[in-house]
């Protein structure tokens, strides 16, 4: 199910009062699910599978958001290094005469 799908489904919900589904019971330990040692062992390209599931169920940026998010670090990167470069110029005079000694 698509997440736009599942989160129509949720705000409709929230919008009609209606109470959500119990969630799950969780599985027990020692099941392969929940084993991390069994995992690999019960079946070839599990983890595969399953980072390709997860993938999936990201929520990825759009364009806008990715170059918004350039322009921050960018302008973050312009301005650390701005505020180093001056206080390298206001301690290099003490470094050189007192710690250097010359």
Same mark, same amino acid.
């Given at each position: 199910? &698509?997440?736009?799908?599942?989160?129509?489904?949720?705000? #409709?919900?929230? &919008?009609?009062?209606?109470? +959500? +589904? +119990?969630? +799950? &019971?969780? #599985?027990? &330990?020692?099941t392969p699910a929940h084993d991390p040692t069994a995992a690999h062992t019960t079946h070839r390209g599990g983890f595969v599978r399953e980072s390709? #599931?997860?993938l999936r169920k990201v929520d990825w940026p759009n364009r806008n958001q990715v170059v918004q998010g350039t322009i921050v670090v960018i302008i973050a990167c312009g301005v650390v290094g701005a505020y180093l470069w001056g206080l390298d110029q206001i301690l290099q005079p003490f470094v050189r005469e007192v710690l250097l000694g010359g």
């Amino acid at each position: 199910m &698509a997440r736009e799908t599942r989160r129509q489904r949720r705000d #409709a919900r929230r &919008a009609s009062g209606e109470q +959500p +589904p +119990p969630a +799950p &019971a969780p #599985a027990l &330990a020692g099941t392969p699910a929940h084993d991390p040692t069994a995992a690999h062992t019960t079946h070839r390209g599990g983890f595969v599978r399953e980072s390709v #599931a997860e993938l999936r169920k990201v929520d990825w940026p759009n364009r806008n958001q990715v170059v918004q998010g350039t322009i921050v670090v960018i302008i973050a990167c312009g301005v650390v290094g701005a505020y180093l470069w001056g206080l390298d110029q206001i301690l290099q005079p003490f470094v050189r005469e007192v710690l250097l000694g010359g």
